[in-house]
């Protein structure tokens, strides 16, 4: 009796993840995506948080009838280039400060402090599948205020960059 439940602690414990748990996203990858009232699309991404000429920050969003590339290659270059979107051909915009961040969590403050990460594990619908995936929860505080709650769904995953999906 006594050995069987030290050994259901240790199995508890060990598959318990806390919030400092979160895997690191790749910062460049390609995807299908699944964007709310736009549809299914394909994207690729190359995050630099302080891009270059020879490396910019930059992502492609293919969506049936409207493309669009995000380009930074500097704060004084940073553009979005959109081709059949808005029905028009062409155009380009200027884009301000760097594309968004996806990562883990991806709020950072001028004080130093970290944000805090949450961990649930959840079932999810992905493109009409329910998977049961790692949730990780986090806030953006101004003033000690939540302005901006995040999450991000991620599965384990062998094969993939930085064993995550
Ligand atoms: C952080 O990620 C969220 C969710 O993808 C996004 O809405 C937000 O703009 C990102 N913040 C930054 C600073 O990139
Ligand atoms: C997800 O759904 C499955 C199947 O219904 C269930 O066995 C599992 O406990 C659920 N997981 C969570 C975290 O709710």
New binding site residues.
């Given amino acids: 009796m006594k050995l069987l439940i030290s050994a259901s602690i240790i199995s508890f414990v060990s598959s318990t993840k806390t919030g400092s748990d979160h895997p690191t996203l790749p910062t460049r990858w390609s995807a299908v995506t699944d964007e709310p009232s736009v549809g299914t699309g394909f994207e690729e991404y190359l995050f630099e948080d302080v891009p270059t000429p020879e490396s910019p920050s930059a992502m492609w969003s293919k969506y049936p009838g409207c493309q669009r590339l995000i380009y930074i290659a500097s704060n004084a270059d940073a553009h979005r280039y959109l081709l059949g979107c808005e029905a028009v051909d062409c155009c380009v915009e200027v884009q301000s400060g760097n594309q968004?961040?996806?990562q883990i969590p991806?709020v950072s403050y001028s004080s130093g402090k970290s944000a805090d990460v949450t961990y649930n594990r959840v079932n999810i619908t992905n493109f009409g599948d329910k998977v049961e995936v790692d949730e990780w929860s986090w806030d953006f505080e101004v003033g000690g205020k939540v302005v901006q709650s995040?999450k991000a769904s991620t599965v384990e995953c062998d094969e993939c960059v930085n064993g995550v999906r």
Avoid: L, M
Wanted: proline share 0%; no cysteine.
């Fill in positions: 968004v961040e996806f991806n995040f």
